[in-house]
Each structure stands twice: as C-alpha cells, then as structure tokens.
C-alpha cells in the first residue's frame, strides 16, 4: 500500500486519535446483540514467494500458494479483484482452498471505481457481486477503495451508488480525498449517511495521512488497512496502541474487525502479526491464531 507512504517518519505522530464521539454510540447499540466477536487478520496477496520454506512448504506449486495462506491467516485482503472480476470457477476454487471460518475480503474492480468513478456502473456492480457470492461463507466484507481524485463534489453520486448497492454483500467504503476530512460539516454528514446506510467507513493507518485516521466507526464492524515500516520501534508501539484500541472496542460491543496488514518486505508481515495478535489475544482472551513457521521435511544424507 503506497497510499500515504513516506521515506522520512522523524515528524509522523504516530499516536491513535481519541475514538470519534459517535463511536460509542454505535458500539453501544451493537452491544444488545449477543454476539461472538471475531477477529480477522491478513495481507493483501497469498502468493507470498519469501515465505517458501519457513510459513509455506519448500517447492510447492502456485496452485497451492492459498491453501497454505490461509492455515497462516484467517483472511485476506483481495486485490485481485481489483483488476479483474473472477469467473466462477475461479471463485469456487478459493472457496475451496481455504477452511471453514476463512474470510475474504474483496476490492470492488478499479473499472467500477476508479475509471468510471461509479457513473454508469451498475451492470459492472451486479456482475461482481453475483461472482463474488460465489465465496458462500467465505465472503467477508467487501471494501470501495475510492482514488484520491474522487472529492466530495461526487456525494451525491457516492450516495446514490451505495443506496443502490445489492444488500446481500457488505460493504466498507475507503475515502482518500483530502477535502472528505478537511470540512468538519461535510465529514460528519458523510459519517452519519454511511451509518445510516449500514456501511462501514475504512480506517487506514498510513504514516502521510493521518486526517484518515478518523477512528468513527459507522458499523459494529471495524475495516482497518495498516502500513508498517519494517519492524522499526514504531511498528511496535503501533502494534501496542491498536491491541489496546481493539480489545476496548471488542469489549464495548464490537462485533469484528478486520485487520489488514501491509509491510513493504512480506516477511515482516508474518513477525509484526506475530506480535500484535499476541498482545491482542492478551487482552481479549480471544485465541486468534498467529501466523507460524511450520517445519520442513528434511533431505536424507549420505555418508
């Protein structure tokens, strides 16, 4: 994730912002739902080569890369929607590959939101729902990563695009645009109308854009894209400050969250989740698998 990336972190306050006063409100409500909460945690890709040999097997084929992601994680940010609407056998085979109480979480195709910026764009919409459903419990929430030329003038055309979006897949909507944040009016009008409209609003934690980071959570679901740095001391206390935001929020009436973790080295994913879900798990008593390095079978030797 470029998005908000910098070279130079000397000046970045990387502290969480206070919850936005709305997000009490709405964890509150959520709370009279007795509900298991869930946690999900994943990267944006499976086809992880660096991780031969230590979280996957040595010498496995590509067609085996997900089967082994997802006894590591237990959901994925799927970017490979993005660029294309999967056919159904597609689909049915990364159902397939993965266990039951796997998530997928996937980006809505760039030709919807990106090159028509949602104008015209139902037939697109109702085609990659219909594939996507295809996932049956598999599917997770579904995320609008809107490009940052998409400002505020297009409200009206956001608002009627999700009023319209087929209810049987949930949604999560990405705002980058600075001018969504910059208006105090405008931001809390566009929060209340995603709540109203049940969906949820992502929160990036993203070193060059920290008006983004919003924490206003519009549904009992938390969408939540962060972006480390290799597993500097700030990665860390970032690890720390999220597990103690998260258990608050589980414990308030959060209903799941999903985390989504971006390093630019992949095995720093897998060490960075390691501990984050650690500290997590301590202070929820959820018992949220880590990622592991698995054993390898060992060559036989001459002598």
């Known amino acids: ?34 509900q298991t909460p869930r946690v999900f945690v994943g990267c944006p890709i499976w086809t992880n ?38 056919d159904a056998p597609t689909v049915r085979k990364w159902r397939d590959a993965t266990p039951a109480g796997f998530q997928f979480c996937p980006k809505l195709p760039q030709s919807i939101s990106h090159d028509r910026e949602l104008y015209n764009a139902d037939d697109l919409t109702t085609t990659f729902c219909r594939a996507i459903s295809g996932l049956d419990d598999r599917l997770g929430w579904t995320f609008l990563q809107l490009p940052p030329t998409f400002g505020p003038e297009h409200l009206p055309r956001l608002e009627r695009y999700l009023l319209d979006f087929p209810d049987y897949v949930p949604l999560a909507v990405e705002l980058r645009h600075p001018a969504w944040f910059s208006d105090p009016g405008l931001r809390e009008s566009v ?20 008006d983004v980071m919003h924490m206003r959570l519009t549904t009992p679901v938390a969408f939540i894209r962060f972006n480390g740095h290799g597993l500097i001391p700030s990665d860390y206390a970032r690890a720390d400050a999220w597990a ?14 999903y985390f989504f973790v971006h390093q630019k080295d992949i095995m720093h994913s897998p060490l960075w989740t390691q501990y984050f879900l650690e500290k997590l798990n301590a202070r929820t008593g959820l018992n949220v698998a880590p990622p592991r390095i698995i054993p390898q079978p060992v060559q036989g030797s001459l002598f």
Do not use: C
């Not at 890369?65 to 237990?74: P, V």
């Not at 103690?244 to 308030?252: H, P, V």
């Open 1 to 34: 994730m470029d998005f908000g990336r910098l070279s130079d972190l000397r000046y970045v306050d990387f502290r969480l912002p206070p919850d936005h006063p709305e997000t009490a409100a709405v964890l509150a409500r959520a709370q009279a739902v007795e």
């Open 49 to 86: 080569k660096a991780w031969l040999g230590s979280y996957f097997p040595a010498g496995i084929k590509d067609t085996d890369y997900l089967h082994h992601y997802a006894r590591q994680f237990n959901s994925i940010e799927l970017n490979t929607t993005h660029y294309r609407i999967p």
């Open 191 to 210: 929060f209340a109308m995603l709540e109203a409209l049940g969906k949820t609003l992502v929160i990036s934690d993203v070193a060059g854009r920290r």
């Open 244 to 257: 103690e935001r998260l258990a608050a929020w589980l414990g308030a009436g959060l209903q799941t969250a």
